[in-house]
């Protein structure tokens, strides 16, 4: 059974980045056909996908996003991790980190896109 955890502040300043780590285990995030993603959920909306890293380290980001997400790995730790620069309030949300096994995650406003979830970190943007 494959198991994240999202580690990371909690609270962060406007204009600042934002950095979030998954830990994973029960699997290896270099196993082939799994995607790795971050998704959040701001107060009172629904999921929004920010992007993946694939097990060969290939990544894709959200447009909507613009070039603000960055996503890496770690393969000796078995994480993977979220940078969002520029961050404003309105990135204020529950961040999660995800997998989907075969193919990419498309329906990104569906929780059963994912086959295996974290728990989510709550991550607030105020001065």
């Known amino acids: 059974q494959v198991q994240l955890q999202e580690s990371g502040p909690g609270l962060v300043n406007p204009s600042q980045t934002l950095s979030l780590t998954c830990t994973v285990s029960?699997?290896?995030?270099?196993?082939?056909?799994?995607?790795w993603s971050w998704v959040r959920q701001p107060p009172g909306k629904g999921l929004e996908w920010i992007g993946y890293?694939?097990?060969?380290?290939?990544?894709k980001t959200a447009s909507s996003l613009k070039n603000r997400p960055s996503i890496s790995r770690d393969t000796s730790k078995n994480q993977f991790t979220l940078q969002l620069s520029s961050v404003t309030p309105e990135d204020t949300a529950v961040y999660y980190c995800a997998a989907r096994r075969g193919r990419p995650p498309i329906f990104h406003n569906r929780r059963s896109e994912q086959n295996f979830w974290g728990q989510g970190t709550q991550v607030t943007v105020s001065s």
């Open positions: 890293i694939t097990s060969s380290g290939t990544t």
């Open positions: 029960g699997e290896s995030i270099t196993t082939n056909s799994y995607y």
